[in-house]
């Protein structure tokens, strides 16, 4: 399968068929049957099914294309699940084989690794002729006291064993019992135009408000080769993301044929509308990142192109793009070394006066440069000015707006404030708490509501909803704040809340005119016949920072909640591969806490069981050499963790030798769901895959959620503890966990972040007159409630209508996803859901889901992603 098919298969389960259709003999015949029946049959045991136009035409290709085909799509399949690797713990029959007594198993290790020598009995148990070397480490092992049908690695050192060692025997562990606790069936579904499909994923991903995830920024990359041919038609006038435009300019520039790259280099002055973007641009065209956290070294510039991006420069304010230098100022600098502007200084003048600024260049001599610059510097007063030093030299200095406002926020002059910040009207969203505190009093003052009512029109959607999901509460006494510092990696830090509260009144018209602004916005859109909404998506925040994701087989929002399978046993998992040459030891751990964030436990390989086998460790494998590699998994059984006064579990990944995840060529986690009762394996069934994620960056501590036992749900955090030196554990991290954990179950419960919920309702209220939502009620089922715009009713009355009012209309009590699937079939619908269990057969407009289902299989509408529902916003 090509890579663009891989892409494809990952975010919309589209399949391609390469092989025309079998004729006579072979079409239809009884191998072929046969075949399809065994490749739908593996494809279940991955979670997934056929559509039926899929079937006919996989039916009908013959035994040989079919094979073909289907070899091509499981291999696939168990990539995104993780089932392409070897899964084999230390403990090969766990968790039945896992030890007692970890303290005692520690204390044989140790005096088996100190006191034992060859040629003598086993100082454990005293058997002669038992004690022998294992490869690769050497470690003297009695076959008596260490069962090679359970270890997987040496039982003094944990290293993994070379398969062909005689240590190691046939292992005896069960096949797991029981009805698997399945996640939801994905439906792969017919592809008909490979340049169609890729043509709309690449659309979307350019139309996306926020910055894209690693995952998305490798899959731009693909489906860029596979844009069009022929031009940049395809390339919409306005990508509202500067990081993602960077990318498409900067790839297409490194890597496009001689006719793309001359288009391209056309666009340049019309695209890159300030400086920072020309940075973004010779970041990508290096092999980096368009997000500027790590510049690579600098790639050489052909002269046409370094002179075409000096007049970009040129062309911009002067003011702006001094201060637009001096915020990556490293990076300008070594980005100076390629472009050479003092050469260029009379052809671009004012690119050459901001570098000056940028170095404090010296104009005192009397060289054309110097003459040139001071004559420069003094028709540009607004950006730079002349500083004389000590030794009478003059250099050129900057003056900056945001300069300028830090003045007037530290005199505390909230009107000269305002009067700067309405000029860029984002900077006056993201510091308006700031000016608020400084006005004071009960009302809005006229000023700032005068500067927001003309500037919101122009405020992205990332800053917009940021500032409403932090204004809104911030008339109520809190006792913390938590920030998420921009990085490669999502890191957290909190410090106590010494900000006076803001005026009820206040927060109230600032978040009326914020709501007001997203509604004007969502009324511009194209409308829909009916909108078909899920109340569950409350529990899912509006994507934030999601540079930082983490590559994940579903795509949950960071700082969403889901809800833990009921009654059924959580299977972690940790599987990585070390470089060649180089042992890497990860450890998965979790530890315990109960209602007050206290520690009471945990689980690693310090301690293999907890609490009565309420959570049970796989044994610590300490080098996962390939090609193999290492699997560490920890079952945890939520009644039994609650009967054991556990209420937080905090599952957490650490680089126990301080190897940055990032060196290593594979490393990834995630949890399944086994059944409760039964017997249980040591197997990985991809059935039972939940979530499964990559673990990359600079990071040696990943936590990926917290699990609150008591209310049964987990919280999707995503986030990464501070690195260090030393031996990573959970001894060393617990307390700092604690507090992470306390951190962030606080503040997103606090309503800091708007909800999917909210911005669907939005979507609803401002783009359909007919809305029915699916409402889970107490004992599990789920009722249809129906809407429809009163005559006369504003859409934000309507969005608040549907957010907390009564319905217009209940269904009687019956199948609501039946009554809803009804309710949109064969019409225009957006439709919004936390699980796709609503069989639309047909129908057209916009689907977002969460988790897959049957909605899947709906011919005519386009799937979006929680990000692509902000597109409207942008």
Known sequence: MSTLQAVLLRRAQIVHIDHEPATGPAAGDARTAAGLTALEAELLARGHALTEPLRSVLAGAGAEALADTGRGLLRALDAQLGADRTHMPLFRDFPASVPHDTLALYVDRVFALLLQRPEQPCVLCGTVGQVHPVAPCAHLVCRSCWDGADYAGCPLCHRRIDRDDPFLRPSRSVADQGVPSAGPLKLLVLGTSRTADAARELTALLARATPLSPQDRDDLKVLLAHAEPGGLAWLPEDVPVRETKALVLGTLLRDGGPATVAAVRELLPLRLTTATDVLRLLCVWSGGEADLLRPPRQRGLPRPLRRELLGVLDALHTASLVEDLL??????????????????????????????????????????????????AQRHPEAVALRAAADGRAR????????????????GDPAAAVALLRQRPGELVRRLDHVLRLYGGGELAPDVAEALEQ??????PGALLGALGALRGRHLPSARRVFFPRGAVTRVHAVDEARPALAGPVVERVCALLEAEALRRLSAAPPFEVALLDSALAALTVPFTEHSAAASLVAVPRGSTLDLPEGDVLRLFLHWM???????????????????WNGVGLCDYT??????????HSGDLTSAPAPDGATEYVDLDVLALLEADVRYAVPVVFSYNNIPFEELPDAFAGFMTLPGTGARGASYDPR?????????????????????LAEGRALWTDVHLPGGTGLHTVGRHGDAMGALGRELTGYFSSGARVSLWELCCWHAAARAGEVAVIRRVPGGAAELWRYGRREGEGTGAFAARLRTAPPDFCEPVGDAHELAAAAVEGRHAFVALLEGAVGVRKATGTVYRLLPGAVDGCEGTVRVTAGGLLSALA
Do not use: N, Y
Request: with cysteine; charged share 30%; glycine share 6%.
């Open 688 to 708: 039972t895959v939940r979530q499964r994620f990559d673990l990359t960056g600079r990071s040696r501590a990943c936590v990926p959620m917290v699990v609150d």
């Open 396 to 411: 050129i200095v900057p003056r900056t707006w945001a300069g300028r406002v830090e003045e007037a926020l530290r005199a």
């Open 607 to 616: 301690k293999l069981r907890f609490g009565h086998d309420a959570a049970v």
């Open 578 to 596: 070390e470089p060649e040459g180089e042992r890497v030891d990860l450890d998965l751990s979790v530890a315990f806490f109960d209602e007050e």
């Open 327 to 376: 915020r990556h100022r490293a990076a300008w600098l070594r980005a100076a070394e390629l472009l050479h502007p003092f050469e260029q200084h009379t052809r671009h003048p004012r690119a050459a006066l901001a570098f000056a600024a940028l170095r404090s260049t010296d104009v005192c001599g009397t060289g054309p440069l110097a003459r040139a610059l001071s004559a420069t």
């Open 455 to 460: 500037g919101l029109p122009k405020v992205g």
